[in-house]
Nanobody, 124 residues
Framework: QVQLVESGGGLVQAGGSLRLSCAAS????????MGWFRQPPGKDREFVAG????????DYADSVKGRFTISRDNAKNTVYLQMNNLKPDDTAVYYC?????????????????WGQGTQVTVSS
């Protein structure tokens, strides 16, 4: 069981950067694979990035690879998403998600716990 709270969203101009944080409540954070998803206006929720339990394995959507970096600090029960070179198409509500199984996936339905989301708006 884990509770997730995202923070760090906001309004930025194209080319700018943001770092999102996801704080987890609970004592079993290191047993969860973690993911970031986003939902643009009028579209379905989509995978952004995933990270393994220890942080050594990561995966990214093609649309963000090279621009976004996912990381985690298990001592602080926190996962991060560093977003650089932001584009207007990155505008979305960003969600942190936790999966109780070893392997992360790109399917939202495979994740067990979700944060409330944080809005990221990128202006042109």
């Amino acid at each position: 069981q884990v509770q997730l709270v995202e923070s760090g969203g906001g309004l930025v101009q194209a080319g700018g950067s943001l770092r999102l944080s996801c704080a987890a409540s609970g004592r079993a954070f290191s047993t969860y694979t973690m993911g970031w998803f986003r939902q643009p206006p009028g579209k379905d929720r989509e995978f952004v990035a995933g990270i393994s339990r220890g942080g050594g394995g990561t995966d990214y959507a093609d649309s963000v690879k090279g621009r976004f970096t996912i990381s985690r600090d298990n001592a602080k029960n926190t996962v991060y998403l560093q977003m650089n070179n932001l584009k207007p198409d990155d505008t979305a509500v960003y969600y942190c998600a936790a999966r109780s199984r070893q392997y992360f996936t790109a399917r939202p339905q495979d994740y067990d716990y979700w944060g409330q989301g944080t809005q990221v708006t990128v202006s042109s």
